[in-house]
């Protein structure tokens, strides 16, 4: 007899479709008992009858039967055939869909207070036709090859020497040294491997460093146009974003001054080489008198140093953490350095620093992939990262020029930039914010895609423009997409 509950589970049959089929129809059927639709004790059909049914062979309905009764789910009684386990409890409830969230009328379901902010869409990658990023390297150039054959040697060194198992949550000793090698001999940080965590990007850097910072309520400062995952990181640990002025000196210190009198400020977060977004760099009078500011009122320095290497025409600016690093929280990555495919990113900090990320690291990830530290060691140690950069800054100086040259007959009317000193993107100024308005709007239809001109401000009324990354675009590519940039915001 077909009873009302086959005809579900013929709809169900299917939903997973590359597992194999006997797995469908016990999965299905387990969804039946759950929903309290086969109750316990209650009979099912022959697996004649059911095959007959569901229009399959006989045998993957046997062999469906036999793994819900070796799990538990279905029994078998000499006289009446295979009836729904009686020591399953009724189902009270129906189940919520696995694609919904649960519904909270009636339902005793999770409760989820850290849902996602509904204005902050999921960072999935689009699937535009040309993508103007926001300063990324051009991953084409990266060698894949010799990255392919430091994973051999990680590989092999690993298991030779039966370190294949769960590890330090600071990171391999080798990456480490490495990270703190280069540190101190490119960018004057007095560090030693006890002073380095390394994270999955500087992005999760970033959140731990607010995981150890931040108490709910506390104030973080940050410039009123900002890197806005940090923003979000801050502000999922309990911070209250305080925006602070901004010019082309960098961070205005009069106004840190005077929010660190208003508020408790727990931090500040900077990108002082190359200010995110607008590339300019931090003055030495406004570091210094920043330190002092964190030293009369207690907060931490987050200094983001996302992209250091690339600093065209002098010498890259050496970091604040050099010269203060009791106070600074130092974020490095290798993301622009090599490709953000690898998640590598580090924190330098003081010892106890350090192994207070590392609780918060082993909390939530264990430990790192042991294998991509130990290969990437191995580029920076033999030299490999190193001539990639002097080849790629190159190339990227060459690239900021020509782009420099195609934004002036492209965009020029529109609007004004200054071409950076360092870094991988420009900062566009648009004179009429219209044409932005404009540009905005009909961008998407035409399958160009670059960050929001609103994702920047930290406050309400910053300044809207856009940051275009050069580094990742061929010269034709670049001048493909301003032509197109153009049309959007004049036709
Ligand atoms: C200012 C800044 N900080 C941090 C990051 C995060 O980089 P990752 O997590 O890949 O190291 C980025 C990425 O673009 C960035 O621009």
């Known amino acids: 007899m077909l009873r009302p509950w086959t005809i579900n589970l013929a ?11 006997y797995m469908q ?19 099912l059909p022959s697996s004649r009858e059911l095959a007959s049914i569901l229009g399959v ?10 793994e819900l009764i070796a799990q538990g789910w279905l029994a078998t009684s000499a006289t009446r055939g295979t009836i729904v386990s009686t020591s399953l409890p009724e189902a009270q409830e129906p189940l919520p869909s696995v694609n919904r969230l649960p519904d909270r009328t009636g339902v005793a379901a999770p409760e989820y207070p850290f849902l996602a902010p509904p204005d902050r869409p999921l960072a999935v990658p689009s699937g535009s036709w040309m ?74 850097a970033i959140f731990l460093a607010a995981r150890i910072l931040i108490k709910p309520g506390d104030a973080v400062l940050v410039e009123r146009l900002t890197y806005e995952p940090a923003v979000a990181a801050f502000r999922a640990c309990g911070a209250v974003i305080v925006p602070v002025n901004l010019d082309e000196d960098g961070v205005d210190v009069v106004d840190v001054e005077r929010q660190c009198r ?47 290497e690339f600093h065209f ?39 106890e620093v350090i192994e207070t990320l590392a609780y918060q690291v082993s909390l939530s990830d264990g430990m790192g992939n042991t294998l991509t530290e130990d290969a990437a060691a191995e580029l920076i140690e033999t030299g490999e990262v190193r001539r990639h950069v002097r080849k790629t800054a190159q190339i990227y100086a060459a690239r900021r020029d020509a782009f420099a040259h195609s934004l002036r007959q492209e ?54 423009g856009l940051r275009i990354g050069f580094a990742s675009l061929t010269e034709e590519e670049a001048r493909e997409g301003l032509r197109v940039l153009h049309e959007c915001a004049t036709s």
């Not at 709809?11 to 089929?21: F, H, M, S, T, Y």
């Not at 062979?57 to 036999?66: D, L, P, Q, S």
């Not at 010269?323 to 495919?341: D, E, H, M, N, Q």
């Open 11 to 21: 709809e169900r049959v299917g939903i997973a479709r590359d597992a194999p089929l």
């Open 131 to 204: 993508k103007l990023d926001e300063g990324v390297p051009d991953g084409r150039l990266f060698p894949a090859d010799l990255l392919a054959r430091a994973y051999r040697v990680a590989a092999q060194n690993a298991s030779r020497e039966n370190r294949l198992h769960y590890r330090d949550p600071r990171g391999t000793p080798k990456l480490r040294k490495s990270i703190a090698d280069m540190l101190r001999s490119q960018r004057g940080l007095m560090v030693t491997e006890e002073n380095i965590c390394i994270t999955r990007g500087s992005q999760m």
């Open 313 to 351: 025409g002098s010498q890259p600016l050496l970091p604040m953490a050099s010269y203060a690093p009791a106070r600074t929280i130092y974020v490095g990555s290798l993301s622009k350095l090599l490709v953000p495919a690898l998640r590598l990113g580090y924190i330098a900090a003081p010892r």
């Open 262 to 308: 208003a508020h408790r400020v727990r931090a500040i977060f900077v990108t002082p080489h190359h200010q995110f977004p607008t590339t300019v760099s931090m003055r030495p009078e406004r570091r210094l008198r920043l330190l002092d500011l964190a030293r009369q009122f207690a907060f931490a320095v987050i200094e983001d140093d996302y992209d250091h």
């Open 411 to 464: 965009m020029g009317g529109l609007v004004d930039f200054e071409v950076p000193e360092g870094g991988l993107a420009f900062w566009l100024r648009f004179r009429d914010i219209a044409a932005l308005d404009r540009l905005e709007a009909r961008a998407p239809s035409v399958g160009l895609s670059f960050a929001s001109s609103h994702s920047f401000a930290a406050a309400p009324d910053a300044e809207r």
């Open 57 to 66: 062979n006989r045998k993957t309905i046997v062999v469906a039967y036999e």
């Open 25 to 43: 129809i016990a999965h299905a059927l387990i969804h039946e008992i759950q929903r309290g639709r086969l109750l316990p004790g209650a009979f």
